[in-house]
């Protein structure tokens, strides 16, 4: 692969090689020797030795990627929620052994220094961590592509508690370095903002031209994307805001230095943090700074800079399909528009025909609050031509429904790109939708619902627009890394085929009926439970019996997903035991594990975590429950924590209410890795199940028609409350002050809105709910029975790896092809 006499080689995979190079960048990268090294000199170094490993492939990637000019992919993600990266380059780069016994021969332990990487949490949740899957997948498959997205300066809040309530503080993750990004502020792009448009003649047509307010630089930092040992590496270029020089200078030069200074800030600011709020919008000025931002510069960077010089843009479509990751990228889409239009002088019609060749879009929501929508206002004052070219977008699209529904003018106005109450604004998954060449929900139930339900206008006027690719999970770090017990069992058994064909879990089925099988599988459980008391005494100081039942509920904190449900599943079991209602001796010793970030200002969700932090604190204390239930609630839930709490899990709480969650990962993950489901006829669920089998999967509540119903006849929770004994047990005891110290104001508002409103109909599920969880008890009774379940869960949720989403991607909307390296 070093034909050329000016790459150096690839660092010698023996355990010497290793040492040489990573004593050579701690003494010239670090600048420190091996004595006087800090834990962080030696990870830096490593990490960048690890690094070297994989340089020589991407430089070879890249170069192939440029001769070939093969269609690719480019993923639009505001976020990337990517988690540690070294062990990830590690396994891809074939290196673990090399370099835990390299390190060991210096007297240092790969594990201390594991522990010094902090976690890029440059997303809030599912969405990120699905972008960080797809990119993962995409390398491993050898399918040209690359991802774009915002280099946050602090990405997602890291959570503490103080008295039980959520405390955010700021996620400095770069602050000693990250040795995986490389930084190119020579290739750095120009993005404007602001000022007005103008319109003049020219041959005898009308064009326009954006007279920009302000502009910023955006700098590209590139990150590796390995495949899994397959001699690929992707790139993930993430932008950063710089002020532009000419801004600098101008005000330099009028003598205002304090102000030039000010306005580095004010650039640098659009890069700055990641809005955490997960589903749910604000619409904030900088936001769309930030959308905007990023996707100007990777249209950029992909036009400019990865096609040849001289491309024909007419072609475009032939080598680009820009994937529009939810509606936050959506802007791509006018921007395109106007680099064609004013920056190429194309014709209108002849530039709208490319531009609807290069997008798709995949939505990955229901709630209709998630829908974005930009006040025109605020577009226009930050965007004007980009508002121009979406009213024009608009008016075509416009013209084009009255030819078809001429009688249907109602019809027309609510398609309209442009919503005009409460304010002017703009439907950004309406433009996504005119203008992408598919539409997709992520999984089966979800796109039948966005068809028949978010978007019902739309699939009937574009029925060929719309299709599902249903979510997946990399295998790579969410088993093979995850869980290694797991894995050296699948791989004993099956061969190590399965981390790229994940279908071949398979073959595991009949292993199920094996006792012996059975049994190491058992004990591949409890070694990952006992992996995880010492995380969470370490980090966290909360206990776990390793010998309970593990009952996982981690997910960002939305009343949609319903953490209140299944904490009164816990109040109502302390309620029976405190009552004389049944013996402890009685009752299933179970865990109970939440993790769960909620937005800032998020009031209700920030109260439900102060409600099972205080259940928590009681239940915990209780010497009456002679420590057989426990809430363990470790703070800043993240891709890290994940790693380690998935693999020891049994039972996996996926309980949104039906035809809510879009799809789930986390419920994906826990199947892989052999937990039992508890969980709603909801997003995926209802293809985990199907798959799995119902008698593997404990499913409970109200079914989607049934919930819409409900909601249609007027639902009064409060008749559940009055009917439902336990229930209004479990209710009055929180509102009691029980859990409160004796006061009853701190939980007044979460009770009284459920008693009240309950938008996500907890209380009409919850009887089903505790009746479902009495056949968990009863099931995980019989060990041997349980195990089986087990095992069939992993041996039949093959399909639910990333490699086949992207597989499904590349055949219902990308239509590209997978390159293979030279080798
Ligand atoms: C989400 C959905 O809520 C979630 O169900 C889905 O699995 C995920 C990835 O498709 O996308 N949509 C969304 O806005 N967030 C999600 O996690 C934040």
């Not at 950029?300 to 820009?322: A, G, T, W, Y």
């Amino acid at each position: 692969m070093t034909d050329n006499k000016t790459l150096i080689a690839t660092p010698e995979h023996t355990v010497d090689g290793f040492v040489r190079e990573f004593l050579r960048e701690l003494n010239f990268g670090q600048g420190t020797d091996l004595a006087r090294a800090s834990v962080n000199d030696k990870y830096l170094a490593m990490a960048r030795t690890v690094r070297h490993y994989l340089m020589v492939r991407w430089l070879a990637t890249l170069k192939r990627q440029g001769e070939l000019q093969a269609k690719s992919v480019a993923y639009l993600s505001a976020e990337f929620l990517l988690g540690r990266q070294l062990d990830n380059a590690l396994l891809a780069a074939d290196l673990d052994e090399v370099v835990e016994e390299g390190l060991a021969s210096l007297g240092i332990d790969l594990a201390e220094l594991r522990e010094a990487e902090v976690e890029p949490g440059l997303g809030n949740g599912g969405l990120g961590r699905l972008a960080a899957c797809f990119i993962d997948s995409l390398a491993t498959m050898n399918v040209p592509s690359i991802g774009y997205g915002i280099r946050y300066e602090y990405g997602i809040f890291r959570q503490t508690f103080v008295d039980g309530w959520q405390v955010e503080k700021p996620d400095n993750w770069l602050a000693l370095g990250s040795p995986w990004e490389f930084p190119h502020p020579e290739s750095a792009v120009t993005v404007d903002f602001g000022g007005h448009t103008e319109h003049y003649e020219q041959d005898g047509v009308t064009r326009s031209r954006w007279v920009p307010g302000w502009s910023v630089l955006g700098v590209p930092y590139n990150y590796m994307v390995p495949g899994y040992e397959n001699g690929r590496v992707n790139t993930l270029r993430l932008w950063s805001a710089r002020a532009t020089r000419a801004f600098d200078l101008e005000i330099f030069n009028a003598g205002d230095y304090a102000q030039a200074v000010r306005a580095q800030t004010f650039a640098e600011n659009i890069s700055k943090v990641l809005y955490p709020e997960d589903s749910t919008p604000q619409g904030k000025e900088l936001r769309l700074q930030q959308q905007y931002f990023f996707v100007a510069c990777s249209l950029r960077d992909f036009i400019e800079q990865v096609l040849p010089e001289d491309f024909d843009l007419h072609k475009l479509p032939d080598r680009i399909i820009f994937q529009l990751n939810d509606t936050h990228p959506v802007i791509a889409i006018p921007e395109l528009m106007r680099l064609l239009v004013d920056e190429r002088g194309w014709d209108w019609d002849e530039a709208w025909a490319v531009t609807q060749k290069c997008f798709a879009y995949t939505c990955h929501t229901l709630l209709p609050e998630a829908l974005e929508v930009w006040s025109v206002e605020l577009l226009g004052k930050l965007l004007p031509r980009h508002l121009e070219i979406i009213y024009r977008i608009n008016e075509g699209f416009m013209a084009e429904l009255r030819e078809a529904y001429p009688d249907d003018e109602l019809r027309v106005r609510r398609m309209s790109i442009i919503a005009e109450y409460p304010e002017r604004a703009v439907r950004m998954a309406y433009l996504a939708t005119v203008a992408g060449s598919k539409v997709n929900g992520v999984a089966a139930l979800h796109s039948q619902l966005l068809k028949d339900k978010v978007l019902r206008d739309f699939s009937e006027f574009f029925p060929d627009k719309f299709t599902n690719v249903t979510n997946g999970i990399t295998p790579r770090r969410f088993v093979r890394l995850a869980n290694p017990g797991l894995s050296e069992l699948i791989t004993s058994a099956i061969g190590d085929g399965w981390v790229t064909d994940l279908d071949r879990l398979k073959e595991l089925e009949p292993l199920a009926d094996d006792a012996g099988f059975r049994e190491a599988f058992r004990a591949v459980k409890r070694a990952n439970k006992l992996r995880l008391v010492d995380v969470l005494a370490e980090r966290d100081g909360i206990r776990v019996d390793p010998d309970t039942m593990l009952d996982v509920m981690v997910k960002r904190l939305h009343e949609y997903k319903r953490q209140t449900l299944k904490l009164l599943h816990v109040v109502t079991l302390y309620d029976q035991v405190k009552s004389g209602a049944v013996r402890i001796e009685d009752i299933t010793p179970r865990t109970f594990a939440f993790g769960a970030k909620a937005a800032p200002g998020y009031r209700m969700a920030k109260q439900t975590i102060g409600l099972i932090n205080a259940v928590g604190r009681t239940v915990n204390n209780d010497p009456a429950l002679q420590g057989r239930l426990t809430v363990a609630f470790p703070a800043n839930y993240n891709v890290t924590l994940a790693e380690k709490l998935i693999p020891a899990a049994d039972l996996s709480e996926q309980i949104s209410l039906a035809g809510k969650e879009a799809s789930g990962t986390g419920n994906m993950k826990f199947a892989l890795n052999g937990a039992l489901t508890i969980g709603t006829d909801d997003g995926a669920n209802v293809e985990i199940r199907e798959l799995v089998g119902d008698d593997n999967f404990f499913l409970f509540g109200l079914l989607e028609p049934e919930v819409a119903q409900i909601v249609e006849a007027g639902y009064r929770p409060s008749a559940y409350y009055e009917e439902n004994r336990s229930l209004r047990h479990a209710l009055d005891l929180i509102a009691s002050g029980e859990f409160s110290g004796g006061d009853r104001a701190t939980f007044e508002p979460i009770v009284s809105n459920l008693l009240s409103e309950d938008r996500f109909l907890v209380l009409a599920d919850y009887q089903a709910y505790i009746d479902a969880q009495a056949r968990v008890d009863e099931a995980y009774a019989d060990t041997d029975a349980w195990t089986r379940s087990a095992v069939l869960n992993v041996a039949r949720s093959g399909f639910f790896s990333s490699d086949r989403s992207m597989r499904d991607y590349i055949d219902r909307i990308w239509h590209t092809y997978p390159v293979p390296p030279e080798r």
